[in-house]
């Protein structure tokens, strides 16, 4: 089955510093996502992306976080002036055009911001 | 406004034994529903779904949930546990139409523990 990638598997920082999350979506997808889930609480939906813009955010995403693809194949996430509270596993996701198609998950960035 | 209640943060059945994880959700509008399961180290993947077609849907791995709209639950079920079942289950429940179908919102999730 096909995989989203994402890189690196385990960042550390330093408050303050900025950081980009790196995803690899299945090639024929059109959706991306970013999701997070701090250590003991709920995966929370952050962004969606489709056609080069945000289609949708959470309260989350604030003006701290941004989403870029920079080319025909990458998607990333990043943070500028990282918080302790932005330490969580992230999870990028992708999918296809049809509003039931399953969303395909990557093995999640654990950031840790010290 | 949607969200899903998961009862149970750990489970713990015997191999072999039926498994039932249980997920309540809240949907002002019908709901797309979702089990994920994650497994160590790996990413969430998708066990089964439901999308407004047959109340009982079956996924992968065994597992299956039946849609009840009258209890507004979608509890995730399996005849037979085995050892390679243990892992972290999310339920999930998005809208089901356009423009909000992808934001999932997830349970807490439950941690299944298969004991031999």
């Known amino acids: 089955e096909p995989e989203v990638t994402q890189t690196p598997s385990h960042q550390v920082t330093q408050m303050g510093q900025e950081v980009i999350l790196r995803c690899v979506p299945i090639s024929n997808h059109l959706y991306f996502y970013w999701y997070r889930q701090i250590l003991g609480q709920k995966v929370e939906f952050l962004v969606s992306?489709?056609?080069?813009?945000?289609?949708?955010k959470s309260e989350i995403f604030d003006d701290q976080f941004s989403v870029e693809r920079p080319d025909g194949s990458n998607f990333t996430l990043k943070i500028r002036s990282t918080k302790l509270e932005d330490s969580a596993m992230y999870f990028c996701?992708?999918?296809?055009?049809?509003?039931?198609?399953?969303?395909?998950f990557g093995s999640g960035t654990q950031l840790s911001v010290l | 406004a949607q969200s899903v209640t998961q009862l149970g943060s750990h489970v713990s059945v015997s191999e072999g034994a039926l498994v039932l994880l249980r997920c309540n959700y809240s949907s002002s509008v019908p709901p797309y529903l979702f089990w994920y399961v994650q497994y160590p180290n790996q990413g969430l993947q998708l066990l089964l779904k439901y999308t407004s077609a047959a109340t009982l849907v079956k996924g992968i791995n065994g597992f299956e949930a039946e849609f009840k709209k009258s209890e507004t639950s979608f509890h995730l079920t399996k005849p037979s546990a085995h050892m390679s079942d243990a892992a972290e289950y999310f339920c999930a429940v998005s809208h089901g139409t356009s423009g909000s179908a992808r934001q999932l919102t997830f349970g807490s999730g439950t941690q299944l523990t298969v004991l031999p």
């Open positions: 996701a992708s999918s296809g055009v049809a509003t039931n198609e399953k969303l395909f």
């Open positions: 992306f489709y056609n080069n813009e945000i289609s949708e």
